[in-house]
């Protein structure tokens, strides 16, 4: 993004609140210009440091990330010369606040003086964290979607790679779960309903596979199956370097989140894979996936329904094969890392001649 709007890596600078680990792989060769700065230190030493930076370096735009509207250390960067200020959330914002509350958020908002000028949001639902719950107004906020590589994450002929991987019978479908193991993910949920396809409807074509786990955490769930016969079809997989060669050998995708969700990447990597994917009605998630055409949304919370959606694709070659094509032709024409990168280039371009009156970008 910063690229396509600046042209030159010397034109792009990074800062973290800690650099003594070193950069993010991903960044390592290609980024030069690397300062210590946390925005939530007031210190006068900090607060010194950064401005001194900005003037050395002449810096105009900051982009940063899950940047509230108000923190000690904004008026400085504005004293500094930072004319434009963008926050891009991965984050709810703000619980929904309504009426005299509201309305106080909304003036609270309006004569804060140091603040962003501009909020950026993954989806439609984390917006409306920051309008009706911090009082941001609708004009100070855009929405783009994330993206995944529709090349790396594809469906693929060879099934076999995950079967053979995790030891899983070549006769079961798999349910492909990626993610986190807390609570409100609503892993299970997906456990449960995996119990009651295989123990009450008798389902011994099917196998849950779960991504993600760690440090055992998955032990948690050993109640809600071990005693069970799912306990013979239900795997957890824990990390993975290559879920670009997993995800294609699964059948459907479950996203079963009981609590707030912001608009994950995994269910876009499944349906680039060409994966159906059953997720939970909330937020985000319903953003993600397309009911009745690239999947199906369920009731929160409700193992019932979401083996109910899972035993109908079972059943139903013919509908599965509908929804795997109309998913992987969703993520195509729609949330490609490239249009992701292509749109938040598009939002700080004009951002940034807005904020300079109009005058192009040197």
């Given at each position: 993004m910063a690229l396509n709007?600046?042209?030159?890596?010397?034109?792009?600078?990074?800062?973290?609140?800690?650099?003594?680990?070193?950069?993010?792989?991903?960044?390592?060769?290609?980024?030069?210009n690397v300062v210590a700065f946390d925005y939530r230190d007031g210190s006068p030493a900090s607060v010194h440091a950064i401005t001194e930076y900005i003037g050395e370096h002449d810096i105009r735009v900051i982009f940063g990330f899950d940047q509230p509207v108000t923190a000690p250390t904004y008026k400085a960067l504005r004293k500094a010369g930072v004319e434009l200020f963008i926050s891009y959330w991965g984050a709810p914002m703000s619980s929904?606040?309504?009426?005299?509350?509201?309305?106080?958020?909304?003036?609270?908002?309006?004569?804060?003086?140091?603040?962003?000028?501009?909020?950026?949001?993954e989806s439609e639902a984390m917006r409306e964290t920051a309008v009706a719950g911090r009082g941001v107004p609708h004009s100070a906020t855009r929405v783009v979607y994330n993206g995944v590589d529709e090349k790396r994450f594809r469906p693929a002929e060879d099934r076999s790679y995950a079967y053979d991987l995790f030891g899983i019978p070549a006769d079961r479908k798999i349910v492909y779960y990626s993610g986190h193991m807390e609570e409100r993910k609503g892993v299970h949920v997906i456990v449960e309903a995996a119990v009651d396809l295989v123990t009450r409807r008798g389902r011994k074509d099917v196998h849950f596979l779960f991504m993600g786990n760690k440090n055992g955490e998955e032990r948690r769930f050993d109640p809600l199956y071990m005693d069970t016969e799912a306990a013979d079809h239900i795997t957890f997989g824990g990390y993975h370097d290559e879920v670009e060669r997993i995800i294609p050998c699964c059948h459907i995708g479950a996203i079963a989140t009981t609590g707030w969700d912001s608009f994950p990447l995994s269910p876009l990597e499944m349906q680039s894979c060409g994966l159906p994917v059953i997720a939970s009605a909330l937020q985000g998630l319903k953003e993600c996936v397309e009911d009745g055409v690239t999947g199906f949304l369920v009731e929160p919370g409700d193992p019932l329904a979401l083996s109910r959606r899972i035993e109908e694709l079972l059943r139903s070659p013919d509908l599965r094969a509908r929804m795997s094509v109309a998913a992987r032709k969703r993520i195509v024409n729609g949330f490609t890392a490239e249009r992701q990168i292509g749109r938040l280039s598009e939002v700080l371009r004009e951002a940034v001649l807005r904020s300079r009156g109009g005058t192009r970008i040197p």
């Open positions: 709007v600046f042209g030159s890596p010397e034109r792009i600078h990074f800062a973290y609140p800690a650099i003594e680990r070193g950069l993010d792989p991903a960044l390592r060769g290609r980024v030069k929904i606040n309504h009426g005299i509350r509201l309305l106080a958020k909304r003036v609270q908002f309006a004569i804060t003086r140091y603040k962003p000028d501009l909020f950026i949001f």
